[in-house]
């Protein structure tokens, strides 16, 4: 998400409207239904986790513990336990 100043973009009358509503403040505009991106999809951070959530669980099930896992990743225990457990249940 980028900022762009409201000067440059929007006419006078309707920048002249919005300034009755907020004047001087960040205003956040959603994106139309049909722009919507799902999480990870602009830099592919969900095939990153679950390539990486694959191996956990796979390292686990030969025989990785917990605690090995939560080093070598640097996550918390609890959270490979919850990966492992989710993995599972799908």
Do not use: C
């Amino acid at each position: 998400m980028g900022y762009k100043s409201a000067n440059d973009i929007l006419p006078e009358g309707l920048l002249d409207a919005v300034q009755e509503y907020v004047d001087g403040e960040y205003l956040y505009i959603p994106r139309k239904e049909g722009n919507k991106k799902s999480w990870g999809e602009l830099r592919k951070s969900k095939e990153y986790f679950s390539a990486r959530n694959a191996e956990i669980l796979n390292k686990h099930q030969a025989g990785m513990s917990v605690k090995e896992l939560s080093k070598e990743y640097y996550l918390s225990i609890k959270t490979i336990y919850k990966i492992v457990a989710f993995l599972k249940s799908g």
